[in-house]
């Protein structure tokens, strides 16, 4: 259904969540040209006069914005082998499914797989060339941990990408080796580039084409804006990428930001680049100032249980995070840096928080994930006014990992929300997907439902002190999210936003909140017009 231009549409009947603290529900909007141009009850409102759309008594929500996402490699794992549950339990399995694929596809072709999370596979350990080299040694193979931080090469890959015994670990990074000091195959952070750089380069209309298809898909999840927080400039600009995605049929509101490296050679950008008015726009430059958690790569303190001091990589500096702080500034955009561990929190913090930032609208620095601050960076970060996105899917997705790293009361620390909120941080609630160990990664409701039980899915308590209700997490994901990315006009359904909605087939505000990650989207609406509609669902 696509709206008339000038008509008056009134949407009616609705159990309608706003996001906005003003007017947090009403059962009517009306809706211009795209716009919503009123709402509030319809017995409060006589003069309604134009076409009625009945909403039948759901409950309606602004649509989602997914304020930490990786839509590119989202769409490209849908395309490659899956090694998670309930698809892989063990290496096993994994090295004959790698076996089969090799069997129906030419030598020279690589294989990719994604996903994989050592905590959940029957062995307890990560994959590494030798058990590849039980799939085939004639094609390369490059398996990707869930956390998109690691990956696993068999010694074809290796060969094809000169590591050996005699290569360095590069800055940032770490080439694993055994005893002997051969390489093992797993390349940690910065190390996985000198694989990925000898890798095919998908063409930017094959790039495109997925794009469009996963646009769809986020649909069935209420998902209108997103972001792409590993943006790059070379071999493929993602701008030109994600426009030409845009006329295949990607709908979604995005914002994009490039990482650092790509952007230090040319740090000013044309402002029309900028342009937040435009469906497809640069929102910051990204930096990472550490690695995962579940992947032991986190710069951390005190370290990571084992026994074996490892307090993971710093992966940036002072230096690089002043610079590319000055590049943002200079093009009034954001520096978003991915930082997990203590370490790496308090260097973002402390290098910043006696600074003034630079943009008055929202904030000039963001922290990615956050999970594990202490109370002075909390209270520094607030008084900064940096933000934190954070992603609460991951300690209901990976918590073996967590558990095995950290030990069950550091776990239930991790991701501190509520504190979050209580020190005056601005939060956003993300998914971060497709890094994280789960087969739908990119559900909000997994997230939500995380946040407001802090149980696993195993059924683990992650630290009920951090918890926070329904009506806040679902804040988090709409005007927080906006306020955060700066994606104009979305996030709360008022008068001069845009009526982007989605319709639930059920109360999530009403139902057991260990039943949220169960809601299905029944209708999903950009700009009024309807985009999605549930199979067996009546318009």
């Known amino acids: 259904m696509k709206l008339k231009e000038n008509v008056e549409y009134i949407f009616y009947n609705g159990k309608i969540f706003t996001s906005n603290p003003d007017r947090p529900f009403s059962n009517t909007m009306t809706v211009v040209n795209g716009k919503i141009t009123w709402i509030g009850d319809l017995e409060d409102q006589k003069e309604l006069k134009g076409e009625l759309i009945d909403l039948q008594g759901k409950r309606v929500l602004p649509g989602f914005i997914d304020a930490h996402l990786h839509p590119l490699y989202l769409a490209r794992t849908s395309k490659q082998l899956s090694c998670t549950p309930p698809i892989i339990y063990s290496i096993e399995e994994l090295i004959e499914k790698l076996h089969k694929q090799s069997k129906i596809q030419k030598t020279n072709d690589w294989i990719e797989s994604w996903g994989y999370d050592e905590g959940k596979l029957t062995e307890g350990r990560s994959p590494t060339r030798w058990d590849l080299d039980k799939a085939t040694t004639d094609t390369p193979i490059v398996v990707t941990r869930t956390c998109g931080h690691i990956v696993v090469a068999n010694s074809k890959a290796l060969e094809l990408a000169g590591i050996n015994k005699d290569t360095p670990n590069p800055f940032g990074g770490e080439i694993d080796r055994d005893e002997n000091g051969e390489p093992t195959g797993i390349l940690r952070e910065t190390a996985k580039d000198i694989v990925k750089n000898v890798m095919p380069i998908p063409t930017m209309e094959e790039n495109a084409e997925i794009l469009a298809e996963l646009g769809q898909k986020l649909f069935e999840y209420g998902i209108t804006a997103i972001s792409e927080l590993m943006a790059l400039s070379n071999p493929i600009d993602y701008l030109d ?113 006696e600074s003034k930032g630079w943009l008055s609208d929202a904030p000039s620095i963001r922290i990615e994930h956050a999970a594990m601050p202490t109370k002075q960076a909390l209270q520094r970060a607030a008084m900064a006014g940096i933000a934190f996105v954070t992603q609460p899917i991951f300690l209901y997705a990976e918590i073996e990992s967590y558990v095995r790293n950290l030990g069950s009361e550091r776990t239930k620390q991790t991701y501190p929300i509520k ?9 956003a609630f993300s998914s971060d997907a497709p890094a994280t160990a789960w087969a739908d990664p990119v559900n909000p409701f997994v997230g939500l439902k995380a946040a407001v039980t802090r149980i696993a899915y195993d059924g683990t308590d992650v630290g009920q002190d951090q918890k926070v209700d329904v009506s806040t997490a679902l804040t988090l994901y709409t005007k927080a999210a906006q306020e955060i990315t700066r994606i104009p006009n979305v996030g709360q359904l008022k008068a001069g936003y845009h009526a982007d909605f989605i319709v639930l087939d059920r109360d999530i505000l009403t139902i057991p909140k260990d039943e949220i990650d169960d809601v299905r989207v029944e209708r999903t609406y950009m700009g009024g017009n309807l985009v999605y509609l549930r199979e067996g669902t009546s318009k």
């Open 241 to 353: 990428m994600y426009n030409q995605a845009c006329n295949k049929g990607l709908k979604q509101r995005s914002v994009l930001y490039y990482i650092y490296e790509d952007l230090k050679d040319q740090p000013i950008l044309d402002k029309e680049l900028t342009n937040r008015e435009n469906n497809v726009h640069i929102g910051g430059v990204k930096l990472f100032a550490d690695g995962s958690v579940s992947g032991q790569t986190a710069w951390v303190n005190p370290p990571f249980l084992g026994g074996n001091e490892n307090y993971g990589i710093q992966t940036t500096s002072v230096e690089i995070l002043e610079a590319a702080a000055e590049i943002a500034k200079q093009n009034r955009i954001q520096l978003v840096v991915h930082a997990m561990g203590e370490q790496a929190i308090d260097l973002i913090v402390n290098t910043f928080y």
């Open 419 to 427: 504190s979050m909120l209580d020190a005056g941080i601005s939060v």
